[in-house]
């Protein structure tokens, strides 16, 4: 375990899961302000890995942990370089 929590790998399961759903939410989301900005190409990605990543969350986080780590990483990374694109997209709730 480490200083500011568990690493993915130690994780149960159903945690696992959660982090890869969460993560193709994200990204299929963001492919969708992607595409409202122009950019086919990002968006066209980010939506393939999200509903990739949807579609098999659930295996990959009980019979393939080292993949379901790298995917998991490798999704994080679209994450990043959408939100250096557009710096401008709200992270979090905004109120009106």
Same mark, same amino acid.
């Given at each position: 375990?480490?200083?500011?929590?568990?690493?993915?790998?130690? /994780?149960?399961?159903?945690?696992?899961?959660?982090?890869?759903?969460? =993560?193709?939410?994200? =990204?299929?989301?963001?492919?969708?302000?992607?595409?409202?900005?122009?950019?086919?190409? /990002?968006?066209?990605?980010?939506?393939?890995?999200?509903?990739?990543? /949807?579609?098999?969350?659930?295996?990959?986080?009980?019979?393939?942990?080292?993949?379901?780590?790298?995917?998991?990483? *490798?999704?994080?990374?679209?994450?990043?370089?959408?939100?250096? *694109?557009?710096?401008?997209?709200?992270?979090?709730?905004? /109120?009106?």
């Amino acid at each position: 375990m480490s200083v500011v929590g568990p690493f993915f790998y130690e /994780l149960p399961a159903a945690e696992r899961q959660a982090i890869l759903e969460r =993560l193709a939410v994200t =990204l299929e989301r963001n492919a969708r302000w992607a595409a409202e900005q122009g950019d086919d190409a /990002l968006e066209m990605v980010m939506r393939s890995v999200g509903t990739a990543l /949807l579609s098999v969350a659930g295996d990959l986080a009980t019979t393939d942990i080292t993949l379901a780590q790298d995917v998991a990483a *490798r999704a994080v990374n679209l994450i990043t370089t959408f939100h250096c *694109r557009y710096p401008e997209y709200p992270v979090g709730p905004t /109120l009106h």
